[in-house]
């Protein structure tokens, strides 16, 4: 059995996404800018809503946010993996990407 250009992939390393080898390559940002992804593989984007996907001890706060917990307007920082958010009582609270939803 002969492979053809379908069967082909390539490991992209700026998107982490494999990518057909015959295909069009994935389009990128225009002005350089990170794309941020949430746990599910979504796109987030300043001012989209987020849910928690598992209970996370806050440092310096003493408390815990739970599962579920809706995070409003997030900010996206430099870090492809960080998001600025605020929630009652946590002032500079910052996410990681991989822990939240987009809703």
Known sequence: ???S??????YDEAT?????GGG???VAADD??????DSVGNVLADGDQVTLIKDLTVKGAGQTLKRGTLIKSIRLTGDAQEIDCRYEGIKGLVLRA???RKR
């Open 32 to 37: 350089g800018a990170i794309v941020v992804r």
């Open 16 to 20: 982490g996404e494999w990518v057909a």
């Open 5 to 10: 250009a379908n069967d082909e992939y390539v």
């Open 98 to 100: 991989e822990f939240v």
């Open 24 to 26: 069009a390559a994935p």
């Open 1 to 3: 059995m002969t492979e």
